[in-house]
């Protein structure tokens, strides 16, 4: 089974970097996307705001752009322990 994402969206939202238990950089954001796609034949307008993550280096260099950049960004999808919807692991990031 492969979970893989690709999400072209902007960085709306970031939070203070904070550290793992084992000193690992690790930076919360909250990314938007806007598009159009066409379902079931019809033309649909798309929004979204997803919650994401980011380690180490990719962390290191997320917390250097600027909120409302637009990326396109590449990672897989999991449900924190305490949490209820999935959080998008971002492993790489790319300018859109």
């Known amino acids: 089974?492969?979970?893989q994402?690709?999400?072209g969206?902007?960085?709306?939202?970031?939070?203070?970097?904070r550290y793992t238990p084992a000193?690992?950089?690790?930076?919360d954001l909250r990314l938007e996307h806007e598009s159009r796609?066409?379902?079931?034949?019809?033309?649909r307008e798309?929004?979204?705001a997803i919650k994401a993550v980011a380690f180490g280096t990719t962390a290191e260099r997320l917390a250097r752009?600027?909120?409302?950049s637009i990326w396109r960004f590449t990672g897989f999808l999991a449900t924190p322990r305490n949490g209820?919807?999935?959080?998008?692991?971002?492993?790489?990031?790319q300018q859109d």
């Open 65 to 68: 752009q600027a909120v409302g």
């Open 23 to 27: 000193g690992l950089p690790a930076l």
């Open 9 to 17: 969206a902007s960085i709306a939202e970031v939070n203070a970097m």
């Open 37 to 43: 796609v066409t379902e079931a034949g019809q033309p």
């Open 5 to 7: 994402v690709v999400l």
């Open 1 to 3: 089974m492969e979970n």
């Open 46 to 48: 798309v929004k979204a």
């Open 84 to 93: 209820k919807h999935a959080v998008l692991h971002i492993q790489e990031f």
